[in-house]
């Protein structure tokens, strides 16, 4: 079957490919090692996009959250494709990858030229937007790099203007002040920190950046029903007040949260109370 028709199958709305040699300069000597624990002689990655925007439902949860965690979505979709290019090419190996990658995704789908590459960092795929899901297969098969890179987004800045953190800044990203990453943080923040989280309008994620890019606006619903359907957009202190890991487990078994346990949910919607 050709590459197209497989990941189009898979349901990937792009994808292309990348030399792994193209990658080392972004990846550090802990990534490099265990790219080669997977794959002993890593050559090339594909590199897909799958939508994920599901509409303008208010909630308290980031958009990417809302459907079934993507790890369990992404990787059932990329089954099929890593068989497949194992049938076709019976001598080499093919590694699915989502998220917990040592790849550097967002470079790989720049060296493949998927999309645009938007200041706030994240590819840009029109019509989706950047409501995207990156998953990478690393194969020791020798695959090339696109022959230009994706070009840059149109370069407005309203992601940094809205950057509630200020992680977003003229010399690049600073994961310490994204709001994202602070929502998921455990144990002691400081009282900037505390501040930020009180007046976030979401408990899980941030979604200001890709909210106010103009690549999306008007984008079209997933098709994908894990990301479509069966959404949940918003926790209440009845779902993580007096709940234990395995009681929250077993209430929210398939969402992107549901690692974290109940506490540090618990946390950010104490903090929206005392607002
Ligand atoms: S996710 Fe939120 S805090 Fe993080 S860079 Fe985007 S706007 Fe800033
Ligand atoms: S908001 Fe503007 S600068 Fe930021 S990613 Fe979108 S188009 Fe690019």
Known sequence: MEPDTLWTRAGAAGWGTCAYADLLPHMDEHAQAKAE???PVPAGVYVAAFP??????????SRYARGEDYHTALARRLTPVCAALEAAHPFHKFVPLVDNSPLPEREAARLAGLGLRGKNGLVILPPWGSWLFLATVLTDLPLPSAPAASPDCMGCGACLAACPGKALGPNGFDISKCLSELTQRKGELTAEQTGLLRRHNLIWGCDACQTVCPYNRDVPITPLPEFRDGLLSTLTPKDVENSTRKQFQAAFPDR???????GVLERNLKLKEEK
């Open 52 to 61: 994920y925007y599901a509409g303008e439902t208010p909630g308290n949860l």
């Open 256 to 262: 992107a949260f549901t690692w974290r346990g109940p």
């Open 37 to 39: 624990g997977l794959c």
